[in-house]
């Protein structure tokens, strides 16, 4: 990209800011603009989505492959319908379940959508985030805004506003900041264009949650995620990943971690190490030791802002402790795995 833009940040911590702020991101999405904004799941990058042009310039910033089909962001249940060209009964129960948060659903398409949005294909994802300040904007705007999130195509997705300067600073003209987010990793992707709904994309709304609403709408209930999540076009194995090599590991005790290290032939100064139940001793002389909590809600909203502190402080590898095998960790379990591959 050649064309080097200035990049504003605006706070939104007071209500008059959040006003202010909302109407220039509201402005600058009007003319065709892509705006960084934030969700409850991770900064997005938005464009008007029924402006092929605007979408297809967050493919452009992101740099990312015209095979990834774009989440939809709306801001009520009509404009939701209004991107779909069925809306199945199962939609409905999932969305007064879930919605405003972070569950995306994906529907038949309607044929208001450019084709950008849906790289080409008959169904869109759609999503009613929960975050007052994208609410705002897609309220101030009237249409729908397309937004993956706001990084270069495959890097650690941002959850905080510094995250997305590093990453599309000079390329995109505002971000709003809205403080870190809530949820800290992507929504739960799930189609519901078929008899069963099925899990696209593990998020922390679990596939057991959408089985018990499903149930009540009278779908066929089955495991959503029998067999391991479906393909989603554009779920590259290699996704949400740091520049620095990650892997996961388990361990008992410090001794046994340095131990594989050394045997390994890794100097621990050079490695980063993000533990959440073992932690290493500060003499031990790693590069860094990020410490997450052994709660899963808790450790999926701290786990990417650690991911970027890590590829900040360099060094050869990271190695993260292996979160329990837990149904409440698949999620986490879904990105780390995508982050090694
Ligand atoms: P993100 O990069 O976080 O915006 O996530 C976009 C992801 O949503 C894609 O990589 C797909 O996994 C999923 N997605 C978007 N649109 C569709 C669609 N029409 N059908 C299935 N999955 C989709
Ligand atoms: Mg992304």
Same mark, same amino acid.
């Given at each position: 990209?050649?064309?080097?833009? *200035?990049?504003?940040?605006?706070? &939104?911590?007071?209500?008059? +800011? $959040?006003?202010?702020?909302? !109407?220039?991101?509201?402005? #600058?999405?009007?003319?065709?603009?892509?705006?960084?904004?934030?969700?409850?799941?991770?900064?997005?990058?938005?464009?008007?989505?029924?402006?092929?042009?605007?979408?297809?310039?967050?493919?452009?910033?992101?740099?990312?492959?015209?095979?990834?089909?774009?989440?939809?962001?709306?801001?009520?249940?009509?404009?939701?319908?209004?991107?779909?060209?069925?809306?199945?009964?199962?939609?409905?129960?999932?969305?007064?379940?879930?919605?405003?948060?972070?569950?995306?659903?994906?529907?038949?398409?309607?044929?208001?959508?450019?084709?950008?949005?849906?790289?080409?294909?008959?169904?869109?994802?759609?999503?009613?985030?929960?975050?007052?300040?994208?609410?705002?904007?897609?309220?101030?705007?009237?249409?729908?805004?397309?937004?993956?999130?706001?990084?270069?195509? *495959?890097?650690?997705?941002?959850? &905080?506003?510094?995250?997305? +300067? $590093?990453?599309?600073?000079? !390329?995109?003209?505002?971000? #709003?900041?809205?403080?870190?987010?809530?949820?800290?990793?992507?929504?739960?992707?799930?189609?519901?264009?078929?008899?069963?709904?099925?899990?696209?994309?593990?998020?922390?709304?679990?596939?057991?949650?959408?089985?018990?609403?499903?149930?009540?709408?009278?779908?066929?209930?089955?495991?959503?995620?029998?067999?391991?999540?479906?393909?989603?076009?554009?779920?590259?194995?290699?996704?949400?990943?740091?520049?620095?090599?990650?892997?996961?590991?388990?361990?008992?005790?410090?001794?046994?971690?340095?131990?594989?290290?050394?045997?390994?032939?890794?100097?621990?100064?050079?490695?980063?190490?993000?533990?959440?139940?073992?932690?290493?001793?500060?003499?031990?002389?790693?590069?860094?030791?990020?410490?997450?909590?052994?709660?899963?809600?808790?450790?999926?909203?701290?786990?990417?802002?650690?991911?970027?502190?890590?590829?900040?402080?360099?060094?050869?590898?990271?190695?993260?402790?292996?979160?329990?095998?837990?149904?409440?960790?698949?999620?986490?379990?879904?990105?780390?795995?995508?982050?090694?591959?």
């Amino acid at each position: 990209m050649s064309d080097v833009l *200035t990049t504003r940040v605006l706070s &939104t911590h007071t209500q008059a +800011l $959040r006003e202010e702020s909302v !109407r220039l991101a509201a402005d #600058l999405l009007r003319a065709g603009e892509v705006v960084a904004l934030p969700t409850e799941t991770v900064y997005g990058l938005a464009a008007n989505a029924l402006d092929a042009a605007a979408v297809a310039r967050v493919f452009q910033v992101k740099e990312r492959p015209a095979t990834n089909p774009v989440i939809v962001h709306v801001a009520s249940l009509e404009m939701a319908r209004r991107c779909a060209s069925e809306w199945p009964v199962v939609a409905g129960h999932l969305a007064a379940a879930f919605w405003p948060g972070p569950l995306t659903l994906v529907l038949p398409r309607s044929g208001d959508l450019p084709g950008v949005v849906t790289a080409g294909g008959d169904t869109v994802a759609v999503r009613w985030p929960a975050h007052p300040v994208i609410q705002g904007v897609i309220r101030a705007c009237g249409f729908p805004l397309a937004a993956p999130s706001a990084n270069r195509s *495959t890097q650690v997705s941002p959850t &905080t506003c510094e995250h997305v +300067l $590093r990453s599309l600073g000079g !390329r995109i003209p505002l971000i #709003l900041d809205g403080g870190p987010c809530n949820v800290g990793i992507e929504s739960t992707v799930v189609d519901v264009t078929g008899p069963v709904p099925r899990v696209l994309r593990p998020g922390m709304i679990r596939p057991a949650e959408i089985e018990a609403v499903s149930a009540i709408a009278g779908a066929v209930v089955q495991p959503v995620d029998a067999g391991g999540v479906l393909r989603s076009p554009g779920q590259m194995p290699r996704h949400y990943a740091p520049r620095i090599p990650l892997e996961v590991w388990a361990w008992e005790g410090a001794e046994e971690l340095l131990a594989r290290l050394r045997a390994r032939g890794l100097a621990a100064s050079q490695v980063c190490v993000l533990a959440h139940e073992h932690l290493p001793p500060r003499e031990a002389g790693l590069r860094r030791v990020g410490v997450v909590p052994a709660d899963p809600v808790a450790y999926a909203r701290a786990l990417y802002a650690e991911l970027h502190a890590c590829d900040e402080a360099g060094g050869v590898c990271i190695i993260v402790e292996a979160p329990p095998e837990d149904p409440a960790w698949a999620a986490i379990h879904d990105r780390l795995r995508r982050a090694s591959a």
